[in-house]
């Protein structure tokens, strides 16, 4: 049983970016960039760093690998959670932006030294790159499992008001299984199906958890915004499932 955060390897990040170290921190700039970013020495793959990872489906890496997004609709304190959890890790020299419009929602930071650091070390894909879940994931601590799928769930993931089904969708069918995958080493068995849906309509792949045994597994994941968190506690109710 994994017992210990992920440590990310001193030779992994040299290999990257020009490092200075001191007792406690290391800062990371990326050959030429403006921008540096700090973060705690050692580098420990921890709950925080899942989370931001679990919001990317909602975010964007961009190719050319000088700047993050992440936009936001309908729970603006994803925005702020998002802001902060990049300002806690990375403590960067360049400053996180906001950005609103009629139809958007944004947080962003013009960073080529974060940009890679999310590319290179965390696996997360760019914008023009399937979506996946980090293979660190996979052999970190259950507690970072959950906090990965909670975040993606949030961005992702629905409950029908039927209570029988909860749902993942994803345009991306490698990053559907790699959910698929990542339940299953949490006792959670999903499946898999693909509709066209969507608005533009393209092909979805859906990952949906039924039965009260995989709900019960999934209550230490839960949900984290307003709506699915009433919604998740009438399906445990439904299920008589005691909800601690």
Do not use: C
């Not at 890496?61 to 000088?66: G, R, V």
């Not at 300002?87 to 013009?110: A, G, H, M, R």
């Not at 069918?173 to 339940?183: Q, T, Y």
């Amino acid at each position: 049983m994994i017992k210990k955060y992920i440590r990310v390897p001193s030779k992994k990040i040299k290999k990257v970016f020009i490092v200075k170290r001191n007792k406690d921190y290391l800062t990371l700039r990326y050959q030429n960039a403006k921008n540096s970013i700090k973060l705690k020495n050692p580098i420990l793959l921890t709950e925080d760093f899942a989370r931001i990872a679990g919001m990317m489906p909602d975010g964007s890496l961009i190719k050319d690998l000088m700047r993050i997004y992440f936009h936001q609709k309908k729970e603006p304190k994803k925005l702020k959670q998002f802001a902060y959890l990049i300002k806690k890790l990375f403590s960067p020299e360049s400053v996180v932006l906001y950005k609103e419009n009629e139809t958007d929602k944004q947080v962003y930071i013009n960073s080529q030294t974060l940009a890679r650091f999310f590319y290179h070390i965390l696996q997360i894909p760019k914008s023009d790159e399937q979506m996946r879940v980090p293979k660190w994931v996979f052999n970190s601590l259950v507690s970072v499992k959950q906090a990965y799928l909670k975040e993606a769930f949030a961005m992702e993931g629905t409950i029908l008001k039927s209570l029988y089904e909860i749902r993942f969708i994803t345009k991306d069918k490698k990053f559907a299984h790699d959910i698929k995958i990542l339940l299953s080493t949490l006792s959670i068995q999903s499946h898999i199906t693909e509709r066209m849906a969507g608005t533009p309509i393209g092909l979805q792949y859906r990952v949906s958890i039924y039965r009260k045994e995989n709900f019960i597994e999934f209550k230490d994941i839960g949900f984290d915004t307003k709506l699915h968190k009433k919604r998740f506690k009438r399906l445990l109710r439904n299920y008589k499932i005691a909800n601690l």
